[in-house]
C-alpha cells in the first residue's frame, strides 16, 4: 500500500529529474496562461480544422516540453511504462477505476455519464465535420486528450518521485498524490470550484498510480480516455 521509501541514485540524477519537472510545468503554466484568450477562439473552430487547431494548442501545453525533454535524456517510452509488460493488468486496473469514477460523477450528476469525450468542443466539431474527416477528428482527440494528456501525468508522477529519491511504487506513491494535487490545483484555479478539484484530484490520482502499482501506464491511458469530459448518449 505504501511508496517503498528513498532510493539512493544519487544527487545529480535527482537534481536531473528536478529540472525535467520544472521545466515541463513551468513551460505548461506559461501555455496555459494563454488560455483566457485563446480558448474562447479555439472553441469557436468548425470541423477537422478547429480540432487540428485545439488539439495542437492542447499538445502544445502538455506534449512538446515532454518530447523535447525526453530526446535531450535519452529516454525511452518504456522507462514511463509505455511497454507490453504488464499491459493487461494495467488495462485491467484502469477500467475498473475508470468505472468507479464515471458512477461517481454520474450519481453526483443525477444522470448516467458514460459516453468519453461527450461534452468535448473538439469531439463536436469531429462529429459535424462528415465523414471521413469526422473519424479522423475523433482519432486526434483521442490521440492528444486520452494518450497525449495522460502521459503528461505519467511523467509528473516519475519525475517527482525521482526528484525526492522515492520509489515510486504502491498506492501511496508520492508522485502519484503530488500528480492527483496538481491536477485537483489546476482545475481549481480555473474556475471550477470544490468539485472541479475533487473530481481532478481523483482521475489524476488514477492516472497517476497505475504505473506505480502495475509498473505499466497503458491504464493511465484508458482512465483519461474514459473519464475526460464524459457525458450523457
Request: hydrophobic share 55%; charged share 10%.
Amino acid at each position: 500500500m505504501e511508496d517503498h521509501g528513498t532510493v539512493q541514485d544519487g544527487f545529480p540524477s535527482r537534481r536531473a529529474a528536478a529540472i525535467d519537472l520544472s521545466v515541463a510545468v513551468a513551460f505548461f503554466l506559461a501555455c496555459s496562461a494563454a488560455q483566457p484568450v485563446l480558448d474562447s477562439l479555439l472553441r469557436q473552430g468548425r470541423g477537422l480544422d478547429g480540432v487540428l487547431a485545439l488539439a495542437g494548442y492542447q499538445f502544445a501545453c502538455e506534449g512538446l516540453a515532454l518530447l523535447v525533454i525526453m530526446l535531450v535524456r535519452h529516454e525511452r517510452l518504456s522507462s514511463y511504462g509505455i511497454t507490453r509488460q504488464n499491459a493487461g493488468k494495467s488495462v485491467a486496473l484502469g477500467l475498473t477505476l475508470a468505472v468507479i469514477n464515471d458512477m461517481a460523477m454520474s450519481w453526483h450528476a443525477g444522470a448516467l455519464l458514460w459516453i468519453p469525450l461527450r461534452r468535448h468542443s473538439a469531439t463536436r466539431m469531429s462529429l459535424a465535420a462528415g465523414f471521413p474527416a469526422s473519424v479522423v477528428g475523433l482519432v486526434v482527440t483521442v490521440a492528444v486528450w486520452g494518450l497525449a494528456e495522460s502521459f503528461f501525468g505519467v511523467f509528473f508522477s516519475k519525475k517527482l518521485n525521482e526528484a525526492l529519491g522515492r520509489s515510486g511504487h504502491g498506492w501511496l506513491s508520492v508522485g502519484a498524490l503530488g500528480f492527483a494535487f496538481f491536477n485537483g490545483l489546476i482545475h481549481l484555479a480555473i474556475g471550477q470550484g470544490l468539485q472541479g478539484f475533487v473530481t481532478s484530484f481523483a482521475s489524476g490520482y488514477a492516472i497517476a498510480v497505475i504505473p506505480a502499482v502495475t509498473e505499466n501506464a497503458w491504464g493511465s491511458a484508458l482512465v483519461q480516455i474514459l473519464t475526460d469530459a464524459v457525458g450523457k448518449l
